[in-house]
């Protein structure tokens, strides 16, 4: 029994030490992925008007842990710049365009937020770091219940996910002041753009699957017009619809 002691602490000396060293290498990793998006973001400063990221998004996407959102045999893959599927049809998103239709929906720290397209709960979750509010809706169940779960799991209590079709948007909680759609559509919804806040922004890939699509801004102006802006050339699943 005297032997068998020391290595029962032993074990338990060595286990943090572990822990720190995959969370070093975890952050490593994601300061990595932000200098790649950064300089993403360099290279593309003629399509988007600026050349450098907010302060703010930088820090959101540096504290977002990204292998959290990730299948587990995608882990090691979590950090790089490019998109991963997560099941049913659906990828998590490029990290430099999360972070890129993070800054220009320019909300601030007492916004609220819509988020079409929950998926993994990634881009709710970089949004969470900088917002107020936080209303997530997916189509698909089994990645809805999932994506509530890791997020109240890792302590984002201002993120409300809601299993349903995003394109309704979220009635009773509008008007928002900011709305991301994740996936691509033919058009944009006047459902959506009813939920718009005046002078807010909705940021949403348009375009067919196999055509080229465009990231586009649109802002609803004070006197309820609209003015919509192409930002860049994008690659985004094709949005899933609730059949009736």
Do not use: C
């Not at 450098?52 to 959101?60: C, M, N």
């Amino acid at each position: 029994m005297k032997h068998i002691l020391p290595v029962i602490l032993l074990i338990f000396q060595l286990l943090p030490a572990s822990i720190i060293a995959e969370e070093s290498e975890w952050r490593q990793m994601r300061e990595q992925m932000i200098e790649e998006i950064k300089q993403d973001m360099y290279h593309a400063r003629r399509y988007i008007g600026q050349a450098q990221f907010s302060e703010r998004v930088l820090a959101a996407i540096g504290k977002v842990e990204r292998h959290e959102f990730v299948p587990e045999h995608l882990r090691k893959q979590s950090y790089g710049n490019y998109p991963l599927p997560i099941g049913d049809g659906q990828t998590i998103s490029q990290p430099f365009i999360v972070a890129l239709m993070t800054e220009i929906l320019a909300v601030d720290a007492n916004a609220k937020v819509l988020e079409v397209g929950t998926g993994s709960g990634y881009q709710a979750a970089v949004l969470a770091e900088i917002v107020r509010e936080v209303y997530t809706i997916e189509i698909v169940a089994n990645l809805a219940r999932e994506a509530q779960t890791r997020l109240a799991f890792l302590g984002y209590d201002n993120v409300h996910v809601r299993y349903g079709d995003g394109m309704l948007g979220w009635p009773q909680e509008a008007p928002f002041d900011g709305i991301i759609v994740t996936a691509a559509g033919l058009n944009i919804p006047d459902t959506l753009l009813d939920q718009l806040a005046p002078g807010a922004r909705l940021v949403m890939p348009v375009g067919a699957q196999d055509e080229a699509q465009q990231l586009k801004v649109i802002t609803k102006n004070i006197d309820m017009t609209f003015t919509e802006r192409d930002v860049l050339p994008v690659r985004f699943v094709p949005i899933t619809h609730k059949k009736r």
